[in-house]
């Protein structure tokens, strides 16, 4: 089992430096530069020459990545562009407000979610598995966006029990957070819980038609000891994997969400720095967004390989 972990764990070291490629890449093309977006549409040639030297946009895209590269292994993120603060002085903060708020949406969607997945799965064909399927397929085909107008519409327009915005500060009370951030907590609750809802009665319905389950019957044991003491434990891998996946992306997936609501967040940072075609914040927000992401999976892969017996030995190796 050791060689399988760090197999993933190599794996996972090589898609991150494949990540770092692609954001170093994918801000290289944007259109402009910040040398244009700072000096404005009255800037000179010349003036655009010498702060983009200032800036060192005129060194080799190569050179920079490397240089950028070596600052990220040893935690140096650069400077804004914009204002020539430190990265990570304006960074780490939207982070962590971040990750409160998906942590906040994560301690309420997913034992929710296992648990009526697992519900529905016991109560197959029934009222409450055919009403948990259609609100789940409708939560996971509506876009983040829309959802969150719908509930600013119904929550704070309508009723004015909730504010609109999520508007935090420093020092704010927990009390005044949650309130605050109630609003994109719900959505985020929504389409993660949907997901991992189908995928959950799904992997457990999966489970139940195997013979040993209906072994299991066949003794005299109620539907939900079968489900909760056989077929549960069995579908663990699986859920385990869609349960990362989806907190993979309360945390990486949250741009549309932090936008609607005015979240000051790590999405809203990124997209705030593409409009200013700050490419140091750009590059850190997304390598922060493709580690988180790539962690989580990897993550869920050892998780998978040690809840998984099958994982642990292949057939394969065992001829």
Same mark, same amino acid.
């Given at each position: 089992m050791g060689s399988l972990i760090a197999k993933r764990a190599g794996l996972g070291l090589l898609t991150l430096w494949l990540v770092s490629v692609l954001v170093f890449a994918g801000t290289?093309? %944007?259109p402009g530069d910040? /040398? +244009? @977006?700072? %000096? +404005?549409?009255?800037? *000179?040639?010349?003036s655009l020459a010498a702060l983009r030297s200032e800036l060192g946009l005129d060194v080799p895209a190569l050179q920079r990545y490397f240089d950028w590269l070596g600052g990220i292994l040893t935690g140096d993120m650069g400077r804004s562009m914009a204002s020539g603060q430190p990265v990570s002085d304006l960074l780490w903060p939207r982070f962590w407000n971040t990750m409160a708020l998906a =942590?906040?949406? $994560?301690?309420? @969607? &997913?034992? %929710? =979610? &296992? $648990?009526? $997945?697992? !519900?529905?799965? =016991?109560? #197959? $064909?029934?009222?409450?598995?055919?009403? @948990?399927?259609? @609100?789940a397929l409708a939560f996971v085909s509506l876009p983040e966006y829309f959802l969150g107008l719908l509930l600013v519409l119904w929550l704070s327009v309508k009723t004015g029990w909730l504010p609109s915005l999520a508007d935090t500060y420093e020092g704010m009370g927990l009390a005044a957070w949650f309130n605050? *951030? *109630? !609003?994109?907590?719900l959505v985020l609750v929504m389409v993660t819980m949907a997901q991992i809802l189908r995928m959950t009665r799904t992997t457990v319905l999966g489970v139940m038609d195997q013979p040993y389950i209906e072994t299991a019957f066949l003794k005299g044991l109620k539907n939900g000891r079968v489900v909760m003491r056989h077929a549960a434990p069995n579908a663990a891998a699986p859920i385990v994997n869609v349960v990362s996946f989806n907190i993979a992306y309360l945390i990486t997936g949250v741009v549309l969400v932090e936008a609607v609501f005015n979240y000051n967040g790590l999405g809203r940072?990124? &997209?705030? /720095?593409?409009?200013? #075609?700050? %490419?140091?914040? &750009?590059q850190a927000a997304a390598m922060i967004f493709g580690a988180a992401y790539v962690i989580l999976n990897m993550i869920a892969d050892i998780a998978a390989i040690t809840l998984n017996p099958r994982l642990r030995h292949p057939r394969g190796k065992e001829a």
């Open positions: 290289e093309i %944007l910040v /040398a +244009g @977006a700072i %000096l +404005g549409q009255s800037a *000179t040639p010349e =942590a906040y949406a $994560g301690v309420i @969607a &997913v034992p %929710l =979610a &296992v $648990g009526l $997945g697992i !519900l529905a799965a =016991a109560k #197959r $064909g029934t009222i409450f598995d055919r009403a @948990a399927n259609i @609100a605050a *951030t *109630t !609003l994109p907590m940072f990124m &997209v705030d /720095a593409v409009s200013k #075609r700050d %490419l140091p914040m &750009v």
